[in-house]
């Protein structure tokens, strides 16, 4: 004869509780990988621009040169039309920037304040040679003092009046 036997299990589940920390931990991973990749987005936006505004720069620095250079180089040959100046201007802009690029490393200005100096010089009446003779001891007084390139632009400046 067959007998009924009734078997009450009890068991704790302590398998979900496992997983459920898991799956959260995931979450907060996942979270915090997206919170990285938009900030690593960010910082290189950011970075894109500044390249962007350093080219913007350079090519303004550029144009300014040639500019000065055809100004002098005009005022040397009446006979030179601007468009003419111009085109000879770029081999002796493009030495400027050079120099101006290695005074920059050199010094403790960038190459916007040695620029602006060689500018204040020539915009004072300075030959481009004399100009250069001058920022190049300007920079080394200033840079010797501990001064600003504002200061650099006073003493050219003074010397140009």
Known sequence: MAS???IDIIANDKASGVTSGISSSLGK???A???VAAAGAAAF???G???L???AEYEKLTLTMESLVARELKAADSTLSMTDALAKASP???ELLQWIEKLAIQSPFDQEGVASAYRTA???GFTSEAAQRLTQNMIDFASGTGQSVAVMNQIALALGQ
């Open 4 to 6: 009924k036997v009734i």
């Open 29 to 31: 991973i996942g979270t």
């Open 33 to 35: 990988l997206a919170a």
């Open 45 to 47: 936006l950011a970075l």
């Open 49 to 51: 621009k500044q390249a």
């Open 53 to 55: 505004d350093a080219t």
């Open 92 to 94: 002796r802009a493009q």
């Open 122 to 124: 020539l915009a004072y």
